[in-house]
């Protein structure tokens, strides 16, 4: 099992510094936004109780393009929380909300706010990540070209909530 | 403002110190190019504080690099519009080529480093596939225009949907039109990221431009939302895509 090192920095020129996670994956990570794809076919851990559907309607103003096609993405429509995973930084814990088969928002219920260098990097982060999950939904990519970020423990919690869905 | 930086590498025992450096090698950057920092050596030499020639060697390297490209793309790539020096243009894929150096040092042969959408990828993801890249689609944030399968090569996006209208033509101070995102694909990060910054300033006829610089391809979206690539690219394009919207092609 190769070590992966995912780290992220958020740079002032370049912007200031930040870093995510530097360390061994389990075995079914693979890289933050190639994860996505895996959607169509849930896992058996979709029965796990840490992944818990709430049940709420997707909100109303978010509905997705009309070219969206539920059956096209395997995804069902509602609002799907993530088990919350550690990194370095501390805990993060997504909930996706998904409305015309697409992806429509990403949340962070919980992110690293403990330390002022943890909640610096998460005020930071959370908004890329969000962004990065919008994007890259639509195609198997290791990498965007426009701008990218990729959390292990995003990904892995966003997995975990999309195996729901 | 913030670029967000992404090493990805997949080797085994990789050093730790080896990605400590890298750490380091970014802060750096910052400190010496930010034009954000009062502080910077940048800001210190756009303020007659500091002359070029008593300048750090990275910085008169990156200012050399700077005015090499200036002069290759006739004015279009030019940090010293109105008055003032920002190399960002440059430096950023300047300092992820230095990254990636370093990381090879370490060992590393299978990695990407990614600083807001200007790459380095070595290597490969997994032992049987390549890098699958894609470019975002400039006018929807959660699609992509087209995706590329690379390896061991450098690729850098230019467009105005990322940073608002940041790029403006240095001659004519305001934003070009024709293009909506410019990426240009080749050995050298640091030069892909300058020629991206041109050649979208050029406008439609800058892919043309860029096929003409050896090594160096170009993948546009016009204005008029088609998709346009040089014929090197050809080999990395993946068609199977359901954000493939590519219809055209230079010659």
Same mark, same amino acid.
């Given at each position: 099992m190769p070590i992966r090192a995912a780290v992220t920095i958020a740079a002032t020129v370049l912007g200031l510094v930040l870093l995510v996670s530097f360390r061994t994956p389990p075995p079914s990570s693979v890289a933050g936004v190639a994860l996505l794809p895996a959607r169509s076919t849930p896992s058996p851990s979709s029965t796990s109780p840490a992944v818990t559907p709430s049940g709420a309607p997707p909100s109303g103003g978010r509905t997705p393009a009309a070219t969206a096609s539920p059956s096209?993405?395997?995804?069902?429509?509602?609002?799907?929380?993530?088990k919350d995973f550690p990194n370095f930084y501390g805990d993060v814990q997504v909930q996706v909300i998904v409305s015309g088969g697409r992806i429509t928002d990403v949340k962070a219920l919980q992110y690293p706010t403990d330390r002022p260098q943890s909640a610096y990097i998460s005020s930071v982060a959370i908004p890329y990540l969000h962004d990065e999950v919008l994007k890259a939904q639509s195609a198997q990519i290791d990498i965007i070209s426009g701008a990218t970020f990729t959390s292990d423990s995003y990904a892995q919690s966003l997995q975990s909530a999309l195996a729901r869905a | 403002m913030g670029t967000v930086i992404t090493i990805d590498v997949r080797d085994e025992d990789l050093p730790e110190p080896a990605m400590d450096a890298v750490f380091a090698w970014f802060h750096d950057v910052d400190a010496t190019f930010s034009t954000f920092r009062t502080d910077s050596e940048i800001s210190r030499l756009a303020r007659g504080e500091l @002359? #070029?020639?008593r300048c750090s060697p990275d910085m008169r390297e990156v200012l050399a690099l700077c005015e090499e490209v200036r002069r290759r793309s006739d004015g279009s790539f030019d940090i010293r519009r109105g008055g003032g020096i920002d190399p960002l243009g440059l430096v950023k894929g300047w300092s992820v080529e230095r990254a990636s150096a370093m990381l090879e040092t370490a060992g590393a042969r299978n990695f990407f480093i990614n600083a807001g959408g200007d790459i380095v990828v070595r290597g490969r993801p997994e032992p049987d596939r390549m890098w699958r890249l894609g470019i975002r689609h400039p006018e929807e944030a /959660? @699609?992509?225009? *087209?995706?590329l399968a690379v390896r061991d090569v450098a690729i850098a996006t230019s467009g105005t949907y990322e940073r608002g209208e940041h790029i403006v033509d240095p001659r004519t101070a305001s934003p070009p039109s024709g293009l909506l995102s410019m990426t240009v694909v080749g050995p050298s990060l640091t030069? *892909? /990221? *300058?020629y991206s910054t041109a050649a979208f300033v050029m406008g439609e006829r800058g892919a043309a431009w860029v096929a003409g610089i050896d090594g160096y391809d170009a993948l546009a979206i016009t204005s008029r939302r088609r998709t346009?690539?040089?014929?090197?690219? #050809? #080999?990395?394009?993946? @068609? /199977?895509?359901?954000?493939?919207r590519g219809d055209d092609r230079t010659r």
């Open positions: 096209a993405t395997g995804l069902k429509d509602g609002s799907f929380t993530g | @002359r #070029e020639h /959660d @699609r992509v225009a *087209a995706v030069y *892909a /990221d *300058a346009v690539w040089t014929p090197g690219l #050809e #080999e990395m394009m993946v @068609r /199977d895509q359901p954000g493939f």
